[in-house]
């Protein structure tokens, strides 16, 4: 056997052939081996291709066709089971596998998805009652607390769907409670709410006197409300009742609270000396895992009585101009700026010795630091609807501001002069404003005529209810155009 020496590049790069073998050469920048019939043979202890190599027959590695590899590799990629999907309360209640695949069974029909994250449509399921005077407030999506006759209940979301009753307390808050005209929004805040009883008796010196309460509920991790805050009119033997407590509203922002409440005053009452009886919103504030609520700022208001009028003979009348009927704060944890709006009502007069003509007033204030050390409510405007009317807010969102206004809204006619010349409506109307211009953005007339209408509201949509002369509830879905807001009847 004759052996040849080749040599390429270095000396290290030396390979030894058989005389009888091919011999492979550059022609032309490339290397070709042919063989016409039989068997091209490499044989080597490491064989390192540098590049790609390319094999337009079969491949075969320990007389295995490669081929069936790739058949099985692929045959199991199709036969992986798909990872189960997340399912969990409210809406799912348990992974069914059924050899192939994982699925979420949901806990009743209402809901739907893979993962039983759609919540049910809006049709009617379940009463919850009988509740008389009812006001109805949501915790998330898995519990409502009802206020209903002298008694607090609180239902919380079973796994079919249904809302059980958990306890009755009525030893938290047992008054009748006071809703102002139109469903209250926020009632709930995180693990907090507020109610008031304006009517709320108490047994004073012998007597019950209504002199109204307010309080401050947090739901502890048991689900029950424990009283944490306790506001109570004003009372005296020498001076009589001479405030009340009504409205409230609740706001948060991160670990910062604050309770605003308008205390009500008495016109009449002679022997009242500073501001003790003067009608003013009072503002309250608690951090982080304080019970404590202290308090931060008076709003007075202002102008709200007559001075002494003669009413004939030894009869000198003292009378209630206007009052608060409702407060409302914006949501603090969306919100970018903060917002209070309150709603004042300037009372009809007729009598023969003062005239005062009716109109709802909404009066706007802005904070910078709600809940906190710093927090300072500032008036920023206000808009008048003439006319004596039922009036509902809401917000929707944390910078438009939703009003129901009832029928009997005076609206000067065009180019008249004469400020007692006015049109007065037949119907009620929404009107929507934007609280960062200040301006109304949209008039909303109604698709049936009703003497007045409740609302309420969320970002997207807008839900109002009218009762004349049977209760019918409209939906309304927001817009969100680059020019603005406005709200469009879905429903």
Known sequence: MTLFLLLFGTLSDIFIVRATWPLVRYKNGTVAVTNDGGTVRIQSTDLVVDGNLSVSGSLFVQDRDLAEYEDRVSSLETSKTPAPPVCQPPGGDKLQFDGKKWTCVCVSDWWSGDSCETPPPWVWKQRLGPIARGIVAFKGNSSVIVFGSSKIEAFNLTQNGAFLMKSTESDVFPYDPTSPYGWNQHMIVGDYTVVGSEHAQFYITGSWRRIGIVCVLKRNVDGDWIKEKELKGCYSDYKGIYCQYGAVALGIKDSNREFVVFKSGEAGCYRCSGTENVPEIQTFVSSGTSTTWTTKQSIFLKDWKSSGLSCGYQCTAI???????????????????????????????????????PKEEIRLYSNAAPGADASEWVFETS???????????????????????????????????????YAVSECAQVKVYDLNTKKEIQTITLPQCSYSATLQANEDFLVVGVGSPNFVVYVYERSKEAAGCSFTLTH
């Open 383 to 421: 808009w008048f609807i003439h006319g004596a009317i039922n009036l509902a807010l809401t917000f929707s969102g944390p910078d438009i501001l939703v009003a129901a206004i009832g029928n009997g809204e005076l609206t000067a006619w065009p180019g008249s002069e004469n400020s007692s010349d």
């Open 319 to 357: 009378l209630t101009l206007k009052t608060i009927t409702n407060i409302l704060l914006n949501d603090f944890a969306a919100a970018t700026s903060y917002y209070m709006v309150v709603h004042v009502r300037h009372k009809t007069i007729r009598t023969n010795y003062f005239n005062q003509d």
